[in-house]
């Protein structure tokens, strides 16, 4: 898979899990991908405060990411 090919699936499942977060006053940005297996992202908005977040960030957001690129390995909050 090229990378934008990659960019593209990642984006694709951050769109997918971004309603969520967003009914629930947060949201997501993708900050890089990584060797192409480690993305990093900015849990936005009430996300940044919340006590599940990082709950939401493995089996929400990482769970999805990995239905739509496999070869991704690892999510990883950059916290502003």
Known sequence: MTSEKLKQNVEKALEEIR???????????????????????????????????QMTLKSGVEMTIKKYAPQIEEVINIVA
């Open 19 to 53: 309603p969520f977060l967003q009914s629930d006053g947060g949201d997501i940005s993708l900050i890089s991908i990584d060797n192409e297996n480690s993305v990093k992202v900015r849990l936005e908005g009430a996300c940044v405060g919340c006590s599940v977040n």
